[in-house]
């Protein structure tokens, strides 16, 4: 079983040194918890694949401590240098084009010639890479297909029995609770490859321009951002989506201050507020899919402008037929 340590700074110490002997080591972030392994080690990047259960043909997210570092590991255009200057340390994903020199894992970026980097804003995450003193490759610590986990409780309920996890830093509940947004560059075109914790609008703001969606982009047999996968963050209820009424049988997941009422049932923010829906969505979906014991939940509808794009792809996810 994996230990679960408060993020003290001697936890964090000992957690960096795991990681440094390739073990696997689960952190918060302010998106989501990160199942975290030597960016550079290939051994420890398989052992991210085999704890999740995850398809290797999914590549990896890297976190780093600053954005000069990322600059060691890939090609920036200038869109991607604008970006990061406005977002990072934060919840924002560049996929950028690999340097033939970086020493990062091959596995990370699985048979791509990019890799996603990220510079995290939480205390812990930073206070790790430093202690690592190397790069961090982190998924969101679930079991692959799952809801992603946002606090160290989700994190030892899922992975806990993962031979290769060696310590679950507990940091509390992630402030955005969403994973963060994924930018590309295909054809040098900024591409909303995952929307997520940093709206399209405040990107777009940022870029002067609109950005450009995956799927128009993505051909028939390669997606651009090939995690998207149609059934994830899925709960082992069935989801009922866009619901303006509930019916006797189902629990709710609701939302706003106008929500029907029910015998089970959760509201995502009752003032209506897409900040606090986000940082309660995966919380819960875990706890109402425990209480409705097999009931269908009817999802209210969520707006689709700033954290609701996010929200609404996350709940599309969850609902979508199971392989
Ligand atoms: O907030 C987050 O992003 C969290 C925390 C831990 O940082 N991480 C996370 O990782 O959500 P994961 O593995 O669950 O999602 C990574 C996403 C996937 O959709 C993956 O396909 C995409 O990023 N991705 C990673 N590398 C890529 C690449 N080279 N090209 C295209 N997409 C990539
Ligand atoms: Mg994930």
Redesign the pocket.
Known sequence: MAECLSATASAIEKAGVALREGRLVAFP?E??Y?LGADATNDRAVARIFEAKGRPRF????V?LSSLAEAARHCMFNADAERLARAFWPG?L?L?LPRRQDTPLSLLV?AG?D???L?V?AHEVAQALLKAAGRPIA???ANPSGKVSPTNATHVMEGLGSAPALAIVLDGGSCPLGL??T?I?FPDGVPTL??P?AVAREEIEMVLGRKLADADATAGEEGR?????LESHYAPDSLLRLDATSVRAEEALLAFGPNAPHTAISMNLSPTGDLTEAAANLFAMLRALDIQAAGRVIAVSPIPMTGLGEAINDRLKRAAAPRN
């Open positions: 972030t998106t989501v990160g999914n590549p990896l997210i976190h919840g994903t996929v970026s791509l990019t890799v996603a990220r995290p982190a998924p969101s994973e963060s994924v590309g490859f995952r997520g651009a951002s090939p995690g998207q």
